[in-house]
């Protein structure tokens, strides 16, 4: 996996923005973080850094969007990420992207969206031979089928990929599986599986590698679904608010601050149970300012209702009384926001729907083209093969026919030859031609592996002055073929619309 922070051969201003990203990253500044994203997304595009760069940072560029609640931006962020797989041809990453997509759109409601992503991930999945990536796919169906109510599938579908990951021997995601399965229990109130599989997920976690990111977001995780469990199944209150003490500490040291408002909320809900008034409230107001408004409406709510409740039982009925409205103002934001909503997921389909229009048009195109070009080639060939029936015919019936005539014969016949054998003067001509720019040819080949010999052999035309024209007749295609090829060509090299392809040549 490419680490974005650390990256070589890429020009020193991107290097630098990256570096503030990070920094920005580290305390929670997704604003800025995005902006210097967006900038070093231009700047990576106009320097043609790979393709595979350009992917990652792309999708940090929508995970600060997402936080920042710009869902149709952080969506379009992720498609342009696919555009780039597509050109790479890179399927193991364009299938854990719609993965992704899928997950994003659950996080925002919409389900059909988020569908729609996982059957294309199942097709992409079906063409590529990555266990792992399956397995990694069950998954993303099991959060599908969870966010969707339907826990039971849920929790078979996380089963299977438990023996996956067990099988790949990929520990963190063994662990992942086992919150998964503890969280689908949960929520389907069965708190006895629930706690079991929850307190394996805790049990592994401290086994393993706290240098990793996936183990450290697994061991904060895990303690706080297993307290939020045992909060909400009444089983152990005091041991719950030892495991949010611990998650709450493992949060701080691992600098995941991301997790620290809804630990802080479940924990004020645990101190409050046990009539401990005064650090539920410190905790539910600590949780209140940390919670985001836009992505945690809904703990937020909770939040404020806890703190209203604590407050009564403390006889400060004043305070009480003022949570009460705040809870109230709350609860209209999320019915407004739920319009709102609505409104969002209608752009983001109909900017789905551009986009399949504007790709399958442009496929359509393409096949044209290509059938066009595969009858030239066809019609190309069954000519030659007249010429040489013709030329043998012409050699049978040569003895046959008077001095005129077998004078005409010997004239017909030598023009035929001198036609397939411009053909074998071109194969000689072409095969010097590309010796002599062997060096372009190998960086073109090292470079862009994707390319094939014809259309490395265009490139080079095109690096020599060649017009379309002249490729066309130096390659005995139409110029239409040529342009086809030019097409391909840019795909695969990823480049911009408006960019040249005889600049981009020019520098290799």
Known sequence: MIDIYNLKGVPKEINSLLKLVQECKSCGDNENAANYLKTAIEKAEYHKVAPSIIVVMLRLYGDCLYWLTRHLDSMKAAYSAISYLKIDGDLD??????????????????????????????????????????????????????????????????????????????????????????????????????IKYLSKAVELGQTLNEEEYDVRRLLVTAKHSLAYSQIKFNTGVEEAISNLLDSLKDCNRFSLSIYEGPIRMDLGDAYMRIGDYSSAKNELLTANEKL??????????????????????????????EFYEEYSELVTRKSNNTEKQRSIELEIRLYRMKERAKNEQLEKELQIKQKVNEAVAIHMKENEQVLSKLHKRLIDIEPLVNKKSKKEIVALKNEIKDILLSKKEWTEFENGFLNAHSELEQKLLNKYPSLTLTERKVCIFLHSGRSTKEIASLLHISPDTVDTHRIHIRRKMGLAPRSSLRSLLATL
Request: one cysteine or more.
């Open 93 to 194: 990453t364009e299938t854990a992207m719609h993965m992704y997509l899928s997950n994003l759109f659950q996080e925002v409601g919409d389900y059909a969206s988020s569908l729609e992503e996982l059957q294309e991930a199942e097709k992409l999945c079906k063409l590529i031979n990555n266990p792992k990536l399956k397995t990694w796919l069950k998954t993303t169906w099991a959060m599908y089928y969870s966010s969707v109510g339907e826990s039971n599938r849920s929790i078979n579908l996380n089963f299977e990929a438990l023996a996956g990951f067990e099988e790949l021997g990929d520990w963190p995601a063994v662990g992942g599986s086992y919150l998964n399965i503890g969280t689908a229990y949960s929520y389907g109130n069965d708190g006895q599986n629930a």
């Open 292 to 321: 985001n408004l836009s992505i945690d409406l809904e703990r937020r709510i909770r939040a404020k209702l806890l703190l209203a409740q604590v407050s009564q039982r403390e006889q400060n009925f004043q305070q009480a009384t």
